[in-house]
């Protein structure tokens, strides 16, 4: 009767570190997995929109964007996040800015200071409501 939707699982595999005291002052794009246990100072994304998997580190901070299909967070994110298919929120997840995401688990004691919306291909998350001509 009710149909379970499955969710690409994230990648295991992480193929670039920037590592715990490092500090990245500028636009990071990668392919495939990135683990980041310092500090990035602009926006991520993969390479065209591809999918791929960003883990922010308990220790790690992001100033910028986040733009990246699978998303697990545990440190301190400051901006906007789009996660096009899973975002998990773990326990000392910080985050201050708006989330899109596909997919959501969110473990207890993680903060978000911003909207959540839920982003379905063909759906309408949203929905503007307009006064009737009579109205004023």
């Not at 920037?18 to 636009?27: E, F, H, K, L, S």
């Not at 992001?62 to 967070?73: A, E, M, R």
């Amino acid at each position: 009767m009710f149909e379970k939707k499955k969710h690409a699982p994230p990648q295991k595999r992480i193929d670039c570190l920037i590592g715990a005291g490092t500090t990245v002052a500028g636009d990071v794009t990668f392919t495939g997995g990135l683990r980041i246990d310092g500090t990035v100072r602009g926006n991520i994304a993969t390479v065209d929109g591809a999918a791929g998997t960003l883990v922010v580190s308990e220790s790690a901070r992001v100033d910028g964007k986040i733009d990246v299909s699978h998303v697990v967070i545990n440190g301190t994110v400051t901006g906007p996040i789009v996660a096009n298919d899973y975002l998990e929120l773990q326990p000392k997840a910080r985050v201050t800015g708006d989330i899109g995401y596909k997919t959501l688990e969110m473990h207890l004691g993680a903060v978000v200071h911003g909207k959540l919306e839920h982003t379905e291909p063909g759906s309408a998350s949203v929905v503007e409501l307009k006064r009737a001509a009579g109205d004023a």
